[in-house]
């Protein structure tokens, strides 16, 4: 088999009063991220992760900030449009991997429906998907609460 890997990295500020999706999920909470879409980082960070693994650049290429038909997107609908491009036709996601370093608010009670989330949309079973979350122990701009960072990696493999 055809295998590829692909590592996915993202980054947003916080600001409040401004809404916090993670994972396509809506998390309560007083701050959200400062981004011209729906500032998902995770599925940023995801999206990223899949287009590398077939080696076709990065998010803000296909979808520029500097566009106004990306401004206040759902990242689920980029994720999507990623998975629909004619070069991911013949292959299948094995599995995703997703850690999300943020202080606050705590993501536990969350990472359950972050994976039926992605799930839905990806077509995969949520049992493929990994998302965890971690703080950086109160060091670094995560520390401080000013944004979020996360990681992601995906295995795809030719059908």
């Known amino acids: 088999m055809d295998y ?10 916080l600001a409040e009063g401004l809404p916090m ?4 999920v809506q998390i309560p909470s007083k701050t959200g991220f400062v981004a011209h879409s ?8 995801l999206c990223d992760a899949l287009l590398g693994a ?16 990306w401004k206040g997107v759902d990242s689920k609908e980029l994720l999507a449009a990623v998975l629909a491009r004619p ?16 202080q606050a608010p705590r993501l ?10 992605l799930s839905g949309v990806m077509g ?6 990994s998302v965890k979350a971690t703080t950086t122990e109160r060091l ?20």
């Open 54 to 69: 077939l080696a076709l650049g990065d998010i803000g290429h296909l979808f520029p900030d500097t566009d106004e038909r």
């Open 140 to 159: 670094g701009f995560v520390g401080r609460g000013e944004g979020c960072e996360v990681w992601a990696i995906v295995l795809i493999a030719r059908k």
């Open 124 to 129: 995969i079973e949520a049992g493929r998907i």
């Open 38 to 45: 729906d500032g998902d980082v995770a599925i940023h960070a």
């Open 21 to 24: 999706w993670l994972g396509g």
């Open 108 to 117: 536990a009670p969350h990472i359950d429906a972050m994976r039926a989330r």
């Open 87 to 102: 070069e991911f036709s013949g292959w299948e996601v094995v599995n995703v991997d997703i850690t999300i370093a943020l």
């Open 4 to 13: 590829r890997i692909g590592q996915g990295y993202d980054v947003h500020a």
